[in-house]
């Protein structure tokens, strides 16, 4: 390969070329966005800078449905997942693509933390290897990995074993929601029942979000700006009301999910802002690696004793954290690094019959 198409693959931000399902993306580019904003925040706070309590507000009012949307949207192709692996293949798919990467970059932070403590705002010791699999909320970014993993795992399972339709796997995620305060600080199974329903509301809602006439009808930009004072008012009412139930919270946080998604249909429609779709279609490694290349950055600066306004360094640990992450993802492609990524399980060949999954 010529150098210049080197570079040009390295660093382009083209959007994918087939635009099926590009509004898919677009949500989770503003999602891990939302995500990134929120790390990039923290990180500030601890290392002592002087953050503006809007931009807590902010973040505060956009923490809440940013992770229920992720669930939803892989809640959304569950079906042709499954129908298309069979049960043995989607657990082995999940395996490689969120287990595998999550025990690995554990393993890598975890003990770069350790090494390198005295740089970093939390200090680990090698007990916090058992947080891996018991708190992996500790973990930082990487928890949703496994809460992810487990989900999809013990959804497929009640699918194929139990026979359970999407509508009586919603109604078991809204019993596991209830259990949720019997969890304890085990986060391994706090992330189970608070994310189940909405991966199994995902599940139910697919043939409506896929439907053409109705995205048609939810891709109006004048319905968007109807709806954004009213997410507002709801966001700001749940930030103010901390103490509400989880299932009332849990409702309340829909909105703005489906507000993500109306915008994101309004601007796959119209191509549009499609560097959201390409950060999107690499949300994925977006969350595995921006906290560490976010770091760097802040040493460096710190280190050189920049003085910059804690907005603007805002905007730059983000803009940084989410394009250099996809640039070292495809680095580490081009280099026969891909391990670092996925698994080395292989998929099965295996006979998918009808009965295979019921929806």
């Not at 500030?44 to 229920?68: K, S, T, W």
């Not at 359970?164 to 992330?191: E, H, R, V, W």
């Not at 977006?286 to 560490?292: K, S």
């Not at 993802?329 to 060949?349: A, I, Q, S, T, W």
Request: glycine share 6%.
């Amino acid at each position: 390969m010529k150098l210049h198409e080197t570079v040009k693959q390295l660093f382009s931000f083209s959007p994918p070329s087939t635009q099926r399902y590009a509004w898919v993306d677009y949500a989770k580019g503003i999602a891990i966005i939302f995500v990134t904003y929120r790390h990039v925040i923290y990180g500030l706070l601890y290392a002592g800078a002087y953050i503006n309590p809007v931009l807590m507000d902010i973040n505060e009012m956009m923490y809440g449905f940013r992770m229920p949307l992720f669930f939803f949207l892989s809640g959304l192709f569950f079906a042709s997942s499954l129908r298309k692996r069979g049960s043995r293949n989607f657990f082995i798919n999940k395996v490689n693509t969120l287990l595998y990467p999550y025990l690995l970059w554990c393993l890598i932070q975890t003990t770069l933390q350790i090494i390198f403590s005295q740089y970093t705002n939390h200090k680990l010791g090698f007990m916090n290897y058992l947080d891996i699999l018991i708190h992996p909320r500790s973990m930082f970014q990487q928890w949703y990995l496994l809460a992810l993993f487990n989900v999809s795992v013990l959804y497929m399972f009640t699918t194929v074993v139990f026979k359970l339709n999407a509508f009586a796997q919603l109604l078991l995620g809204l019993g596991l929601m209830a259990l949720k305060p019997y969890t304890g600080d085990i986060s391994t199974l706090t992330d189970i029942t608070l994310y189940y329903a909405f991966f199994a509301l995902g599940h139910l809602s697919v043939a409506f979000f896929f439907e053409e006439k109705v995205q048609q009808q939810l891709a109006s930009p004048k319905k968007i700006l109807l709806l954004t004072p009213v997410f507002i008012a709801v966001q700001y009412f749940c930030m103010i009301h901390p103490e509400l139930n989880i299932f009332y919270i849990s409702v309340l946080t829909l909105l703005g999910g489906v507000l993500v998604i109306m915008i994101s249909m309004v601007l796959a429609n119209s191509r549009k802002l499609q560097f959201l779709q390409v950060i999107g279609n690499y949300s994925l490694y977006i969350y595995l690696l921006h906290l560490g290349i976010i770091f760097i950055c802040r040493r460096l600066l710190y280190e050189g004793h920049f003085h910059i306004r804690g907005s603007v360094l805002i905007l730059i640990f983000m803009a940084t954290g989410i394009y250099f992450s996809i640039v070292l993802y495809r680095l580490c492609v081009m280099l026969g690094m891909k391990f670092l990524f996925v698994g080395p399980f292989k998929e099965r060949r295996e006979p998918v019959t009808a009965n295979t999954l019921r929806t």
